[in-house]
């Protein structure tokens, strides 16, 4: 009775086939992508520079950590570093954050145009122009690509061949991430991936978890059918 | 074209199926852990935002200093209940106590409190272990860390930076069968981080176009009529009749089929398997039986079945659908055949490579001339040295290179045909059986596993046998005939001349054209010579192929196909009216068909009985 089972594991092969096959190849296409694409340039690793800039050593800040502190008694880190080539604060309280220099104790924040350009062009490692300055303040006009990253952040955006945008705080003068073509290429197949259409995040889905079950079946069934293919043919005359 | 695909398909599937398998059951695995345990959020203490530095503002009194250890970045927060300074060095984080600029140490029990502070779940402190360089666990931390261990039911470690004292990774169960499945589904088996690795990059590129071929095989699999589900709801409940008829006209059996089903499904379920090796895949032709000339013809059917038996209504079963009342022709036999025990009455040998198995049947076989029995091959071992042969055919043996050893761990079936005529042996049945050796370029291949076996049994041995069945008869009219055969191809030839001349004494003109090798391979020479002085309407041929120049032989030499035409075909008044007759090894019988299609003769005028091994 094997070839009635053969038969009919053909049949379940071929309709589940038909309601999943579809998923399965968009399962493979954006899989590929994913593994074909080199991830540190998907992250943009291409586009920065000044990444792990010190700061010089024997430095003594004018204002010290005591100032900054007597000056904003709510916050809860107080971080020294180098902002754009010269020392900062940067200070976090639940009120927010901000960004004061180290010398002179003026207070840098919030950044206008100028200044998150300024920290844009000097993380930028490629040879674009800055073609769009936008300051992001209401969930309305964020595009999704920020992904769950808190406003106002200003986007720049550079006339290269990958469409690369910046995204800087205007308020502890951070570059937050980047983005650019491939990268927003790459989000485009995890979203296919991991079938959560909305937010690309939840892998918990119930969608994910029906069709990965029924992708399953039918990778089972067509090891099955191999079997019985790949069975010698007996009785031949 | 299809056939490349299916084959692609095939292929792809063997090599990496197993891997596109785990991909969906790694994926299923990943979906189904849900996230916030996998992250171990779920056991995360519901902490206050991190304290604030107010309460500790008067402690703050040390300057901390920019040495030479190129420092990014200096951090004041509070740890622990007192302000600190965290150094973030290009070499290493470091932290320093804000009141007094002394290193802080994080210890064992210090980092046993960080963990305990940090957790949430029921689950006690069972270890504390000290981790030098980072392992799985932490792969994407640099600094040594303590990794304390809870005794909760998913055995919960967190994982302390001993340079910094923040928890760097909540680990458990749920994450390390999660981080197993993420090896499995980015095949990176070492770090478990690297899904750009090769392996993994040209998997997924083979396995691409297994997906594509699945997908253009859809158009080779569905026809219109599987996605008429309204069709298909309003004909649930009725039946159509199926009629199976035998190709001879008789044992006519009717039943009601479910429609919509496979012809091939719908003659299982009524308890008439066909031979299938593909499982209805359109793929082994075996299926084939024949129904109304004008049922479509699918891709499938134009692959496995010639033109000519296409347009005479050969379709394969698994194809077709019962979507009519429906008349099937089946192979003779198919509905009549029954199984028998036979007895070996004697095992002789007859050419050098040939031998003659004379089998006695509980009751006399009612079969008709050039019909053939199946014999049951059972498990079985043997070796030359075991067998009882004349010494001509064990030099031929081992002459071959053909592998002394042989034997079949599953039961197999072998068909031969009858080489008497009906009645001719009362219940014996005489079978010629051809001891398949290597050629001459193939050392080393086994023997021909059928025909070795079968040459093992000696008389009083039993065998299982299952016919009678085939489609290879004497068509019943007054025409000429003319055999043309040879090799164990002599068996239903030797059957059908029998049976017309001795039996029913045809009066018609009939001769028979064998082609053997050498004078030893001519088999039943006595006989034929019989039936031409006892016949004169019947005469008999040979032509030798495999003389030298130096052999005694007054007779014709070449091959049998060139010798029946210009000895007799290129000069016969009325070809058209005789019948032709052609059994031999394919090659032979390749010629003979492409030698007759040439001569103009009819395709209803020949029959052939095709049994390449």
């Known amino acids: ?237 | 074209m299809m056939g490349i695909v299916r084959q692609a398909h095939k292929w792809i599937g063997l090599v990496l199926g197993f891997q596109l398998a785990l991909w969906m059951l790694s994926g299923l695995g990943m979906a189904i852990l849900p996230h916030d345990k996998v992250s171990g959020e779920h056991r995360k203490a519901e902490h206050a935002e991190t304290a604030s530095l107010e309460s500790t503002r008067d402690q703050v009194r040390f300057l901390p200093e920019v040495d030479d250890r190129a420092v990014r970045q200096i951090r004041l927060r509070t740890f622990n209940g007192r302000p600190v300074y965290e150094i973030v060095a290009t070499d290493g984080n470091s932290l320093l106590d804000a009141e007094t600029g002394r290193p802080i140490v994080i210890d064992e029990a210090l980092a046993i409190e960080i963990a305990r502070s940090d957790y949430s779940g029921p689950g006690r402190i069972s270890k504390a272990i000290y981790v030098a360089t980072p392992t799985l666990a932490i792969r994407n931390h640099a600094a040594p860390a303590w990794r304390i261990n809870f005794n909760d039911p998913e055995r919960t470690s967190i994982y302390v930076s001993a340079a910094t004292g923040q928890v760097l990774e909540r680990r458990n169960h749920y994450w390390r069968t999660f981080d197993t499945l993420w090896m499995l589904h980015i095949m990176d088996y070492q770090n478990r981080s690297n899904f750009n690795n090769p392996l993994v990059v040209i998997s997924a590129l083979v396995v691409f176009w297994l997906g594509l071929s699945g997908i253009v095989l859809w158009w080779d699999s569905f026809r219109r009529h599987d996605f008429n589900l309204v069709a298909k709801w309003r004909n649930r409940k009725k039946r159509l009749t199926l009629s199976l008829t035998d190709s001879e006209g008789g044992a006519v059996r009717a039943f009601d089929a479910k429609p919509q089903q496979s012809l091939y499904a719908a003659m299982e379920e009524q308890g008439y398997p066909l031979p299938s090796s593909c499982g209805g895949g359109g793929t082994c032709g075996l299926c084939r039986v024949r129904i109304s000339p004008e049922t479509p013809i699918t891709p499938a059917d134009r692959r496995q079945i010639p033109e000519s038996e296409l347009d005479s209504g050969y379709r394969l079963a698994c194809q077709h659908r019962v979507d009519t009342a429906l008349s099937v022709i089946l192979p003779h036999g198919l509905l009549d055949a029954k199984t028998f025990t036979g007895t070996i009455v004697s095992s002789e040998f007859i050419a050098p490579d040939m031998y003659e198995l004379r089998i006695a049947l509980p009751e006399p076989l009612a079969f008709r001339a050039g019909s053939y029995v199946q014999v049951e091959i059972p498990p079985f071992r043997s070796h030359l040295d075991q067998l009882d042969l004349p010494d001509t055919v064990r030099r031929q043996w081992q002459a071959s290179g053909t592998a002394k050893a042989f034997g079949t761990d599953t039961p197999l079936h072998r068909t031969y045909s009858l080489a008497n005529s009906p009645g001719e042996l009362g219940s014996d049945i005489l079978l010629n059986i051809r001891l398949a050796l290597a050629k001459p370029d193939t050392s080393g291949v086994p023997v021909g596993i059928g025909s070795a076996y079968l040459s093992t049994l000696r008389q009083g041995d039993t065998v299982r046998l299952r016919g009678p069945f085939g489609d290879f008869h004497v068509y019943d009219d007054g025409a000429e005939i003319v055999f043309i055969g040879g090799g164990a191809g002599i068996a239903p030839i030797r059957s059908m001349i029998h049976d017309q001349l001795v039996s029913r004494s045809r009066t018609s003109k009939v001769s028979f054209w064998y082609g053997a090798r050498t004078q030893e391979d001519i088999v039943y020479k006595e006989e034929f010579e019989h039936i031409v002085d006892n016949c004169p309407n019947f005469s008999w041929h040979v032509a030798l192929s495999h003389l030298n120049e130096t052999d005694a032989w007054t007779g014709k030499r070449g091959w049998i196909h060139e010798i029946v035409r210009d000895q007799y075909l290129a000069s016969h008044p009325d070809i058209a009216q005789c019948r032709f007759y052609v059994c031999g090894p394919p090659p032979m019988l390749e010629a003979v068909l492409m030698l007759l299609n040439s001569l103009g003769v009819s395709e209803e005028r020949i029959a052939f009985d095709d049994f390449g091994n």
């Open chain 1, 1 to 237: 009775m094997t070839r009635m089972i053969a038969f009919r594991v053909r049949q379940w092969h071929k309709w589940v086939s038909l309601i999943i096959g579809a998923q399965a190849m968009i399962w493979l296409a954006s899989g590929l992508y994913m593994v074909v694409m080199n991830l540190d340039f998907i992250h943009g690793d291409h586009l920065v520079r000044n990444m792990s800039d010190t700061i010089s050593s024997g430095y003594e800040p004018r204002i010290t950590f005591s100032d900054v502190l007597a000056g904003h008694p709510d916050a809860n880190e107080i971080v020294l570093t180098n902002w754009i080539g010269k020392p900062f604060y940067r200070i976090y309280s639940p009120a927010g954050a901000h960004l004061v220099n180290a010398e002179t104790g003026n207070e840098q924040s919030p950044l206008g145009e100028a200044d998150a350009i300024s920290v844009a062009r000097y993380h930028y490692a490629r040879s674009g122009e800055v073609s769009a300055a936008t300051l992001l303040e209401n969930d309305a006009e964020a595009p999704s690509e920020i992904q769950s990253r808190k406003l106002p952040l200003w986007r720049i955006d550079f006339s290269d061949a990958g469409s690369t945008s910046f995204y800087v705080s205007p308020d502890d003068g951070s570059l937050i991430t980047r983005r650019h073509t491939y990268w927003r290429v790459f989000d485009f197949a995890w979203m296919l991936h991991i079938m959560d259409y909305k937010e690309r995040a939840d892998v918990n889905n119930n969608l994910l978890r029906i069709a990965a079950g029924l992708g399953l079946s039918l990778s089972i069934l067509g090891l099955w059918l191999l079997w019985f293919s790949f069975k010698r043919r007996q009785g031949d005359r």
